[in-house]
């Protein structure tokens, strides 16, 4: 066989390696899209900067507010064609009876749907009025038209946007919930010492919530956001700690002996989490005021960082050691059927979608002497145990956590240099940092 037909042949398995990887990658971010909500039919939206109604000096700080709040909410959603501003028309409407429909739904702009609205300030208070209108559809095009008013500030016109976001999120993204006004849950070490703060979903309004002025852990939000469960060392040793947001302040709880770590709520308000109370780490779950503790697992592990079936309350994932490297498993919530997911290298921190199909977790899959490995962020289908990379030699990742729409996934990561949140959707893409101050770790997304 001469060289030229060697190297031909050579070329073509490559050619036909790459083919099979293409389509291999391919087939894998189409069933995360389809399983995430991701998969839904993208509308190329164009929204519109809002107007003024009146003249009142205030209008145009709370206008420029509500303006980039909205187009970022629309942006991060994941489900949108967004349309540039630059292709908008130069005569942008304020209301219905402004709307040029060929101007819109024509190239450049080019849009199926179109937000518009106007907002105006008076006594003292702001009101605006959104509309949102299929454009290609001139003899009946509103799809949705709301009217808000609240205080003239800027806090309340973003959640004002935020609102105006999630009507349009849901009503074009099949039905889900948006997650504008969502919270996210996290530790921050930017006072000196390990506290649990919290902020918007997009990183806005960050804010101490304990001052124990020790070391806190592992903040978990319960399912109606009324309290926050956490880990914070005390005089006793390692304990869960409750924070009530009916109350703004720390509230009793009972004390288990040993350490306890990592809590996590079920959907109908039990906590899981890790104890030692009997020597090694293993998994107890208790009802929400800290009665009923039962034991789930019984192995010298250690077996930690619990997270529930976010849709059924039905099963179990966690961490444990038992085999050797950490390895992330599942149980029925009793403590049966115990099945290894993982099969190698160094897995941990797994958090479960809601709708429980899938897992999310940390794992440096080479782990060991010389190993090349990193930390990196997957997902995997619970059925099938079928799994994606979706982090890519990015430094650093851990303590993923779903949005409460299954689109989004929120993260800890080194990949600047330091440890902070960063969100990205469900799919790997649209990655954004959203701390910058100090070491932020351990992000927790509230349940909706």
């Not at 399983?35 to 190329?44: A, D, H, K, S």
């Not at 909410?73 to 501003?85: E, Q, W, Y």
């Not at 890790?274 to 010298?300: A, E, K």
């Amino acid at each position: 066989m001469s060289n030229s037909v060697r190297t031909i042949r050579y070329l073509s398995l490559i050619a036909a390696a790459l083919l099979l990887a293409l389509a291999a990658a391919s087939s894998a971010q189409d069933w995360i899209r389809t399983g995430t909500g991701l998969g839904v039919e993208r509308v190329r939206l164009a929204a519109a900067d809002f107007k003024t109604s009146n003249a009142d000096p205030k209008n145009g700080e709370l206008l420029k507010t509500f303006n980039d709040v909205l187009w970022n909410d629309l942006d991060n959603a994941g489900i949108f064609d967004l349309v540039s501003k630059s292709f908008y028309p130069l005569q942008e409407p304020s209301q219905p009876s402004d709307v040029n429909f060929t101007a819109w739904n024509s190239p450049p702009p080019n849009a199926s749907m179109l937000a518009f609205g106007n907002l105006g300030v008076a006594s003292g208070k702001v009101t605006v009025q959104g509309w949102l209108y299929d454009v290609k559809n001139q003899s009946s095009p509103q799809v949705l038209g709301k009217q808000y008013t609240d205080n003239a500030t800027n806090d309340a016109v973003r959640v004002i946007a935020h609102r105006f976001a999630d009507e349009i999120i849901f009503r074009l993204g099949g039905g889900i919930a948006g997650i504008a006004e969502s919270k996210i849950y996290f530790v921050s070490e930017r006072t000196g010492h390990k506290e649990i703060w919290m902020m918007d979903y997009d990183g806005a309004n960050q804010q101490q919530l304990t001052h124990t002025g020790g070391i806190s852990l592992s903040p978990r939000i319960s399912p109606d956001s009324s309290r926050l469960a956490f880990s914070s060392v005390t005089k006793n040793g390692w304990e869960i700690m409750m924070y009530s947001f009916d109350l703004n302040r720390l509230v009793s709880f009972p004390r288990f002996g040993g350490m306890n770590l990592s809590p996590s709520w079920s959907p109908d308000g039990k906590i899981a989490f890790s104890s030692s109370r009997s020597g090694y780490p293993n998994i107890f779950v208790i009802d929400g005021s800290g009665g009923n503790s039962h034991r789930l697992t019984n192995d010298q592990g250690p077996d930690v960082s619990p997270t529930w079936n976010r849709k059924t309350g039905a099963q179990i994932a966690f961490v444990s050691g038992r085999t050797g490297l950490p390895q992330i498993y599942t149980m029925e919530a009793d403590g049966t059927n115990v099945q290894r997911l993982t099969d190698q290298g160094y897995a941990v921190s797994p958090n479960w979608s809601p709708n429980g199909q899938f897992l999310t977790f940390s794992w440096m899959r080479k782990y060991g002497p010389g190993e090349p490995g990193s930390n990196d962020l997957y997902l995997m289908d619970i059925a099938s145990k079928q799994w994606v990379q979706l982090t890519h030699d990015s430094g650093r990742n851990d303590f993923p956590c779903w949005s409460p729409d299954g689109r989004h996934i929120i993260f800890q990561s080194h990949r600047s240099g330091s440890d902070q949140i960063w969100t990205m959707l469900a799919d790997g893409t649209n990655v954004k940092q959203l701390t910058f101050k100090g070491s932020n770790t351990q992000p927790n997304w509230s349940w909706k």
